[in-house]
């Protein structure tokens, strides 16, 4: 039997990776897309051996790119995360490590055209209607990978790509605080839900009996950790208005201690069944305006900053990343915007294959 073809961009985005289509080379109803992309990616296989999934869950993200119809923005972009060792597809969800790469993946596909040595491009993210604008390098019109930034988690450096989060705040559940509330407690842990950029629930590690300075390796073997944190996690969901999340990877899952590198909080960060080998640029946003939000969880671990902007350096499992978020004191503490640089490469392009008797490309 034959297989359909269909045309993508395979990329690095931040310290994620995944294929970047056109939303108009794939099926529009969204049963058969999440069967397209679990063919693609090889998912319900721990290794996507059948796929170009690359085994886990930073390595089998997807976006789907189009030229937007909102006013506002350039580009559209959907996000679909793939399970690795299910045949699942969350259209709930967005990312912010793969929206590093929309702006050069737009750039490559003809959907966007290079402005001077540095161009501007507005993403609508469609999955939460989050507004971002992207900066990326295009000296003498042509896009450019390499340059001098470093974020942690990668090797080597790249050409900067600046992303300004406009409306973070509400993303998916509407409010800043889903519960109404700057605490909750649930199963006796104290929690913050948040929700900027991605609805999260927070705790200091220590109230897991955790330092909050593990490993992600030792993260991922504590099992009863994990077990406890879901049964903790299901239940604020319900509590956030997310209804049964148990499928769902969000809310995603945050730990804080006090920081011990220089930075201005230490964090890990869950996806929420295992641990983020980094950290994911939506959940940097939502942990560094937990931060520095008084009455949260994060009370007692750092000295917060009174000027807006405000610096705030989070040291994850692999190093360190930088989220600059403006803020005011309006009747209450409000996040206006919130910016982060991180890098994006092009690593292959041509066409993944699916077979035909999932979708036969009509």
Known sequence: MTQTAIPYIFMRGGTSRGPYFRRSDLPEDLETLADVLAAALGAGQAIN?????GGTAVTTKVAMLSVSEDDWADID???AQVSVEEKLVDFKPTCGNILSGVAPAAIEMGLFKPQGDETEIRIRAVNTGARVIARVQTPGGELAYEGDAEIAGVPGQSAPVQLSFMGVVGSATGAFLPTGNLRETVQGIDLTCMDVAMPMVIAQATEFGLTGY??????????????????????????????????SVTPKFGLFAPAKEGGTIAVRYCMPWKTHPTMAVTGAQCMASCALTPGTVADGLLDRPDASPAEVILEHASGKIDVLVEFSHNGGFNVNSAGLVRTARKLADGHVYVPESVWNGS
Do not use: C, P, T
């Not at 992600?216 to 999340?245: C, H, S």
């Open 214 to 247: 593990e490993s992600a390796e030792e993260l991922d073997a504590n099992r009863d950790f994990f077990d406890r944190m879901e049964a903790v996690r299901i239940e604020a969901g319900k509590l956030m208005g997310m209804g049964d999340v148990s499928k």
């Open 49 to 53: 051996i059948d796929g170009i999934g």
């Open 77 to 79: 972009y959907f996000f």
